[in-house]
């Protein structure tokens, strides 16, 4: 099992920035990719950033391309996510998973992944 916990989450306003923060423990064997998801009220968890085991390709959705930033320090088992510009439709839960998969590509869609984290709230006021 691989557990992970989010930090960085809070109320901001528009036009702010945030980092958020996932770091792994347990069987740290099992990691792979590792993306962010979110999820509004209402609305179904989506894929904001995906990132590969080796950190050579990444996804981003259309929503966060050129303001959001997908990294991660393997030595830590943590990955990242640096938010710019955010909007208020940025607001959402935010989630932490791992896909024990070490492919090439890392998947976008939430099915692919094993672990999840308990998720951290992001709420941007206009």
């Known amino acids: 099992q691989v557990q992970l916990a989010e930090s960085g989450g809070g109320l901001v306003q528009a036009g702010d920035s945030l980092r958020l923060s996932c770091a792994a423990s347990?069987?740290?064997?099992?990691?792979?990719?590792m993306g962010w998801f979110r999820q509004a009220p209402g609305k179904e968890r989506e894929c904001v950033a995906a990132i590969s085991w080796s950190g050579r390709s990444t996804f981003y959705a259309d929503s966060g391309k050129g303001r959001v930033t997908i990294s991660r320090d393997n030595a830590k088992n943590t990955v990242y996510l640096q938010m710019n510009s955010l909007k208020p439709e940025d607001t959402a839960v935010y989630y932490c998973a791992v896909d024990r998969r070490r492919a090439a590509v890392p998947g976008t869609r939430a099915a692919e992944y094993d672990y999840w984290g308990q998720g951290t709230q992001v709420t941007v006021s206009s």
């Open positions: 347990g069987r740290t064997s099992n990691i792979g990719a």
